[in-house]
T-cell receptor, first 112, second 115 residues
Framework: DAGITQSPRHKVTETGTPVTLRCHQTENHRYMYWYRQDPGHGLRLIHYSYGVKDTDKGEVSDGYSVSRSKTEDFLLTLESATSSQTSVYFC???????????FGPGTRLLVL | AQSVTQLGSHVSVSEGALVLLRCNYSSSVPPYLFWYVQYPNQGLQLLLKYTSAATLVKGINGFEAEFKKSETSFHLTKPSAHMSDAAEYFCAGSFGSSNTGKLIFGQGTTLQVKP
């Protein structure tokens, strides 16, 4: 299995609070991605990174920011959580192009 | 805009029966297509992928898929379902994304296998 961990695995928070999710990889892959999974929508890309300090938006980036200060870590921040951000968040890594994306175990976030 | 559509959010088959999960795409550029499987409370695992080589792609666990450009389809099949195949399946595409590998996912299909 690809070395990808996500923390925390579960989180309950209140509307308006900041939340940071962490993705850590041990594979030294260049590309890292954050997706959210919601029933009926499959997975949707939030942000992705193509190198240290290089990030770009995905299709559902509003309300989210990311940072990548080291190859191995990709952080997703909800500056002010809303109930619509209740979801399961997955991190993925790849070497780019058509190479396989390897997914982490997910973080289940509940915003009350 | 590109899109991926999975027909049928739930599919139920008997153990030993043929599994057919449908996926269609919309794109003006050649796609790269993937099937992933997700078991309960786990991440996604790649089953197979089409990257413009052979149109019939074989994957893990006895699954295969055929890319049909004329039908803009990439349906997933398995000749004989096993109880352990019960999971959620996602079709995904990468469309002209150069090296970024960004994926667009279908809505997912839950496969139920009955004894």
């Amino acid at each position: 299995d690809a070395g990808i961990t996500q923390s925390p695995r579960h989180k309950v928070t209140e509307t308006g609070t900041p939340v940071t999710l962490r993705c850590h990889q041990t594979e030294n892959h260049r590309y890292m991605y954050w997706y959210r999974q919601d029933p009926g929508h499959g997975l949707r890309l939030i942000h992705y990174s193509y190198g240290v300090k290089d990030t770009d938006k995905g299709e559902v980036s509003d309300g989210y920011s990311v940072s990548r200060s080291k190859t191995e870590d990709f952080l997703l921040t909800l500056e002010s959580a809303t109930s619509s951000q209740t979801s399961v968040y997955f991190c993925a890594i790849s070497t780019g192009g058509v190479e396989t994306q390897y997914f982490g175990p997910g973080t289940r976030l509940l915003v009350l | 805009a590109q899109s991926v559509t999975q027909l049928g959010s739930h599919v139920s088959v008997s153990e030993g029966a043929l599994v057919l999960l449908r996926c269609n795409y919309s794109s003006s550029v050649p796609p790269y297509l993937f099937w992933y499987v997700q078991y309960p409370n786990q991440g996604l695992q790649l089953l197979l992928k089409y990257t413009s080589a052979a149109t019939l792609v074989k994957g893990i666990n006895g699954f295969e898929a055929e890319f049909k450009k004329s039908e803009t389809s990439f349906h997933l099949t398995k000749p004989s379902a096993h109880m352990s195949d019960a999971a959620e399946y996602f079709c995904a595409g990468s469309f002209g994304s150069s090296n970024t590998g960004k994926l667009i996912f279908g809505q997912g299909t839950t496969l139920q296998v009955k004894p």
